[in-house]
């Protein structure tokens, strides 16, 4: 990815190529199961009959172009804060005094843990609420996550991603914003 000037935002759109998509289809076909203690469960880690149900599921059920359709009905964008790339959806509520609101997914998670939620947000009287409860909305992957890029050097803990996520949010246009997160999240939005 190049390098963009550091203050500006640039439109992204998930594409991942099917080449990629073919590659992790036949490296779940030729996964090698190890042996397994009987009547372990959990003890010695993720049981085998688990993770066959899993790549399973992944190989032969999940739809990723799906899940990559619905995550590019939001507008996206990426920009870099503090020498980092960083990817966010910016969704606009119709309500034009809406209050911005920053969303911060947790650890091991994504934007995807927003999907639901997100038009209830943004356009809360579309769904029997009131106009007046509408936010703008802004869901960034944390560095190293999701669609951002690896963080550019070590450091990256909650302060300082709260700083990175206060500037994104000032390039937005934004001087006020709520802030909400789960799990490691809440300690970024903090």
């Given at each position: 990815m190049?390098?963009?000037q550091a203050d500006s935002v640039h439109p992204f759109r998930i594409d991942i190529p099917q080449a990629d998509l073919d590659d992790l289809h036949a490296r779940l076909d030729r996964t090698r199961w190890p042996d397994e203690l009987s009547g372990t469960g959990w003890a010695y880690g993720v049981p085998a009959d688990y993770l066959r149900e899993l790549v399973r599921y992944w190989r032969h059920t999940y739809d990723w172009r799906a899940a990559e359709a619905e995550l590019n009905a939001w507008p996206q964008f990426t920009t870099v804060i503090d020498g980092s790339t960083v990817h966010f959806a910016h969704i606009r509520s119709p309500e034009p005094d809406a209050?911005?609101?920053?969303?911060?997914h947790g650890w091991p998670g994504s934007i995807v843990e927003f999907l639901d939620i997100v038009g209830l947000l943004?356009?809360?009287a579309a769904h029997g609420g009131d106009p007046a409860d509408a936010f703008h909305v802004v869901v960034p992957s944390v560095p190293g996550f999701g669609l951002s890029g690896p963080p550019a050097d070590t450091g990256w803990e909650a302060g300082r991603i709260?700083?990175?996520?206060?500037?994104l949010m000032t390039r937005l246009g934004y001087?006020?914003?709520?802030?909400?997160g789960g799990d490691w999240g809440s300690a970024i939005s903090r």
């Open positions: 190049t390098s963009p209050t911005p609101l920053i969303l911060t943004t356009d809360p709260a700083d990175a996520w206060a500037e001087d006020r914003f709520g802030a909400q």
